[in-house]
């Protein structure tokens, strides 16, 4: 199975701030990686497939950059409500799999 | 209003089963491939299975070859997670996810629509 490694598994960081999180696949995946945001108690969205192409209704401070083996997703401008764990997912072969997850909280 | 919504979730013994059902609604179920997502208490999220438009390939993550079933009923707009022989390490929460696809320079999938998620407890 392809291993998603994530870094950092958290982060602190303030309001205004540029985020930057990333993930590395343990073998070339193209850029079949979605990155997906979760908040305690909910459901995860999805905020880019394709390793860079927005889900409509994103706001554009998300961007996803990278192809082959290393993969990141920027935040420009951190918001209040930007504060979550976020994950990345390869979708190239099976078994999918999921990065262990970055947790962003406020300094 | 696209949405899944999930169900069946519940406190089973080890060894025990239990039928997860996901309901669609708001898009045409049948054009999609569908997903089962899990996320045990504290932990990060593991995908389960995956199933086809007409229910012709699924597939499965190791640790639930054998003993989950994934399915689906079109005519129903619904999805179903069947597990068996539960063990204490299947305790999570349960998603349905939509698995859209973008046609590019090759085909590219990703869970554009996710359900509420549903309780799966094992213990004795």
């Known amino acids: 199975a392809i291993q998603m490694t994530q870094s950092p598994s958290s982060l602190s960081a303030s309001v205004g701030d540029r985020v930057t999180i990333t993930c590395r696949a343990s073998?070339?995946?193209?850029?079949?990686l979605g990155w997906y945001q979760q908040k305690p108690g909910k459901a995860p969205k999805l905020l880019i497939y394709?390793?860079?192409s927005l889900q409509s209704g994103v706001p554009s401070r998300f961007s996803g950059s990278g192809s082959g083996t290393d993969f990141t997703l920027t935040i420009s401008s951190l918001q209040p409500e930007d504060f979550a764990t976020y994950y990345c997912?390869?979708?190239?072969?099976?078994?999918?799999?999921f990065g262990q997850g970055t947790k962003v909280e406020i300094k | 209003e696209v949405q899944l919504v999930e169900s069946g979730g519940g406190l089973v013994q080890p060894g025990g089963s239990l039928r997860l059902s996901c309901a669609a609604s708001?898009?045409?179920?049948?054009?999609?491939?569908m997903s089962w997502v899990r996320q045990a208490p504290g932990k990060g999220l593991e995908w389960v299975a995956n199933?086809?438009?007409?229910?012709?390939?699924?597939y499965y993550v190791d640790s639930v070859k054998g003993r989950f079933t994934i399915s689906r009923d079109n005519a129903k707009n619904s999805l179903y997670l069947q597990m068996n022989s539960l063990r204490a390490e299947d305790t999570a929460v349960y998603y349905c996810?939509?698995?859209?696809?973008?046609?590019?320079?090759?085909?590219?999938?990703?869970?554009?629509?996710w359900g509420k998620g549903t309780t799966v407890t094992v213990s004795s």
């Open positions: 394709a390793a860079s």
């Open positions: 997912l390869q979708d190239y072969n099976y078994p999918q799999t």
């Open positions: 996810a939509r698995r859209a696809m973008v046609l590019r320079s090759s085909i590219y999938y990703y869970m554009d629509v």
């Open positions: 199933i086809k438009q007409d229910g012709s390939e699924k």
């Open positions: 708001g898009f045409t179920f049948s054009s999609y491939w």
């Open positions: 073998q070339g995946i193209r850029n079949d």
